[in-house]
């Protein structure tokens, strides 16, 4: 058994996690912010997308030296492969928060306005989402991921009616244009939250079954482990 | 050109102890194939029974069929005319030390009976070519000894050696074990481009060599062919958790 590799795997997966907590935190607190038009909160998302940017740059540097040191293969490697992949949408699920934050902090300034959207509903539609990839990662099952692949489809539709809900209220009432235009900007970087949470659930299924289901492929595609040929 | 190989239900044998299990296994021609599997797998065993090299140890023997192209190993072929197609290069490059360079490659030439020095000239530069090892002996061929060489010279001279006699298949039992990583990486590119004339198996303990040689790598284990496939595909995501703990260093 390789010790020195095993811990730097073992590693490279905590911190992995702790980002995507960072990460699940500055969704769950942009959207706090966006229903509850807190300052404050806003201010949260923006100080933790360093703590998160650094990390990025934290893992990607591990897994360089994975890469460069230990020569993974098989299922390490496909391992370190995901990770990489995962970090880089876990930032910009960090980056959406920041979005969602920022739109906040001008539509704060406006009047509020009842809009024909749940963003609360996407919101824990989306976190759900995120948080269940995260899962299906600790746990490495390829089944929790397909879920996440198929929530994806939800979170779609919930985007596709605010904005048709939306553009009839900004015809309807011009007036509350601004915080329409705002709710549908807010509902369209929750959507992208939820594209990266299903990159993630991808990247999953990729590392645990050496799948590739990108692009709609069919996660069923990958058969699971024959028997070994022996004679 | 080389040829294709074709193993069927190859059982190897010293004295009572079974070394090799029914192995199966099609090797095809102008391809790299890697057996890779931890020490005492049996695929050195398996290299050696290709050329029947396994049968002189003393009570070793071999069950089961093993073709070389159209040519039957264990059925009415002699030994001195399986070799003549298969080359056979070692871990340790193993020059005869009083011969000359040029000696070295022309030995099995004229063991098989070539004298005509001109035909002779031809052929040892064009193996030194093939090695990749002309340009650094060309001026002294008939002056310095095979063991004058470096480790990796040496063990390209051994190569020369083995491709003089125009054989279909090189057979190459850790090959750069024994040198350092500018020889290996001349060999691997040497490998690279022999595949081309020749059909290669090579037995490696390194698995990045296997990954980066062969098209095609086997994995061993207790005597048995365990997994035979694409090298990606072995390396990336094998079919068999014996082959995937073994080249994630999980044991062996």
């Known amino acids: 058994m390789r010790t020195r590799f095993q811990q730097q795997m073992e590693d490279l997966r905590e911190k992995l996690l702790r980002m995507g907590g960072l990460a699940e935190l500055a969704v769950d607190r942009a959207t706090q912010a966006y229903t509850q038009r807190d300052l404050s909160r806003c201010q949260l998302v923006l100080e933790n997308e360093s703590h998160i940017n650094a990390a990025e740059r934290e893992i990607d540097e591990m897994a360089f030296d994975i890469l460069a040191t230990q020569q993974p293969a098989a299922v390490d490697l496909r391992f370190i492969l995901a990770v990489t992949k995962i970090n880089a949408d876990l930032e910009r699920v960090g980056d959406q928060a920041v979005n969602i934050a920022e739109r906040v902090m001008d539509l704060i300034e406006l009047p509020a306005v009842e809009l024909p959207v749940d963003i609360a509903r996407m919101a824990t539609a989306v976190s759900a989402m995120v948080r269940r990839a995260l899962e299906a990662f600790v746990e490495g099952k390829a089944e929790?991921?397909?879920?996440?692949?198929?929530?994806?489809?939800?979170?779609?539709?919930?985007?596709?009616?605010?904005?048709?809900?939306?553009?009839?209220?900004?015809?309807?009432?011009?007036?509350?244009?601004?915080?329409?235009?705002?709710?549908?900007?807010?509902?369209?970087?929750?959507?992208?939250?939820?594209?990266?949470?299903?990159?993630?659930?991808?990247?999953?299924?990729?590392?645990?079954?050496?799948?590739?289901?990108?692009?709609?492929?069919?996660?069923?595609?990958?058969?699971?482990?024959?028997?070994?040929?022996?004679? | 050109m080389g040829v294709g190989i074709t193993v069927?239900?190859?059982?190897?044998?010293?004295?009572?102890?079974?070394?090799?299990?029914?192995?199966?296994?099609?090797?095809?021609?102008?391809?790299?194939?890697?057996?890779?599997?931890?020490?005492?797998?049996?695929?050195s065993t398996f290299i050696r029974c290709l050329n029947r090299m396994h049968e002189t140890i003393p009570e070793a023997r071999v069950e089961g069929t093993?073709?070389?192209?159209?040519?039957?190993?264990?059925?009415?072929?002699?030994?001195?005319?399986?070799?003549?197609?298969?080359?056979?290069?070692?871990?340790?490059?193993?020059?005869?030390?009083?011969?000359?360079?040029?000696?070295?490659?022309?030995?099995?030439?004229?063991?098989?009976?070539?004298?005509?020095?001109?035909?002779?000239?031809?052929?040892?530069?064009?193996?030194?070519?093939?090695?990749?090892?002309?340009?650094?002996?060309?001026?002294?061929?008939?002056?310095?000894?095979?063991?004058?060489?470096?480790?990796?010279?040496?063990?390209?001279?051994?190569?020369?050696?083995?491709?003089?006699?125009?054989?279909?298949?090189?057979?190459?039992?850790?090959?750069?074990?024994?040198?350092?990583?500018?020889?290996?990486?001349?060999?691997e590119e040497l490998i690279f481009q022999l595949k081309e004339q020749y059909t290669i198996v090579i037995v490696t303990h390194n698995m990045q060599q296997a990954a980066r040689v062969a098209e095609f790598t086997g994995f061993f284990l207790l005597g048995k062919m365990i997994e035979f496939d694409k090298t990606e595909k072995i390396f990336t995501n094998p079919s068999d958790k014996r082959t995937e703990d073994y080249v994630t260093g999980r044991f062996g």
């Open chain 2, 8 to 43: 069927e239900h190859l059982n190897a044998f010293y004295a009572k102890t079974q070394a090799l299990f029914d192995v199966n296994i099609t090797v095809l021609a102008n391809h790299a194939t890697a057996l890779i599997g931890p020490s005492g797998c049996g695929k």
């Open chain 2, 66 to 187: 093993v073709r070389i192209g159209d040519l039957s190993v264990y059925n009415g072929t002699s030994a001195t005319q399986l070799r003549r197609r298969v080359g056979m290069v070692f871990q340790k490059a193993n020059p005869f030390p009083t011969m000359s360079i040029y000696d070295n490659v022309a030995a099995g030439l004229k063991l098989n009976g070539y004298s005509n020095r001109k035909k002779l000239d031809e052929v040892v530069q064009k193996s030194l070519h093939h090695s990749a090892l002309w340009d650094e002996v060309k001026d002294h061929l008939h002056k310095k000894s095979g063991a004058s060489l470096s480790g990796g010279q040496q063990q390209r001279l051994c190569i020369a050696r083995a491709l003089a006699v125009q054989p279909e298949v090189l057979l190459m039992d850790e090959p750069c074990s024994a040198l350092d990583p500018i020889s290996t990486g001349k060999i």
């Open chain 1, 144 to 231: 929790l991921a397909q879920a996440v692949l198929e929530m994806d489809h939800v979170v779609d539709r919930m985007r596709d009616e605010a904005f048709i809900m939306l553009v009839r209220k900004m015809n309807e009432e011009p007036q509350t244009t601004q915080q329409a235009l705002d709710a549908l900007l807010v509902a369209r970087n929750l959507e992208r939250v939820a594209d990266h949470a299903t990159n993630i659930a991808e990247d999953v299924i990729f590392w645990v079954l050496g799948a590739d289901v990108r692009h709609h492929a069919q996660a069923a595609s990958a058969a699971p482990r024959p028997e070994g040929r022996e004679q």
